[in-house]
Nanobody, 123 residues
Framework: QVQLVEAGGGLVQTGGSLSLSCTASGRSISAFATGWFRQAPGMEREFVSAINIDGGNRFYSESVKGRFTISRDNAKNTVYLQMNSLTPEDTAVYYC????????????????WGRGTQVTVSS
């Protein structure tokens, strides 16, 4: 059984940075693409970023492009999301997703999900 565990969330002020990690167990993370989604209170879950198996292709939503960077270290079985210049609009629970069978941007295409980590940005 594949498990994804997120870490690194927390409380940060506007303009600050956080680095999230997603570590896989039960299957090598090098075997599948990995993505990040987020869900703010009262909102639907939205795509944030994704990275393909070898890290050669990275995708971002328009709202985070230029501020967030996704990367992977297959040797550590971990994918990272570096988040800079955070604003209160980035406040959400961030979820790691693995192994998509279609468009990266559609959450129902992903097979594996972590439980999420809370990111709160204060103004």
């Amino acid at each position: 059984q594949v498990q994804l565990v997120e870490a690194g969330g927390g409380l940060v002020q506007t303009g600050g940075s956080l680095s999230l990690s997603c570590t896989a167990s039960g299957r090598s993370i090098s075997a599948f693409a990995t993505g990040w989604f987020r869900q703010a209170p009262g909102m639907e879950r939205e795509f944030v970023s994704a990275i393909n198996i070898d890290g050669g292709n990275r995708f971002y939503s328009e709202s985070v492009k230029g501020r967030f960077t996704i990367s992977r270290d297959n040797a550590k079985n971990t994918v990272y999301l570096q988040m800079n210049s955070l604003t209160p609009e980035d406040t959400a629970v961030y979820y790691c997703a693995g192994d998509t069978r279609g468009s990266y941007r559609v959450d129902t295409n992903w097979n594996y999900w972590g439980r999420g980590t809370q990111v709160t940005v204060s103004s």
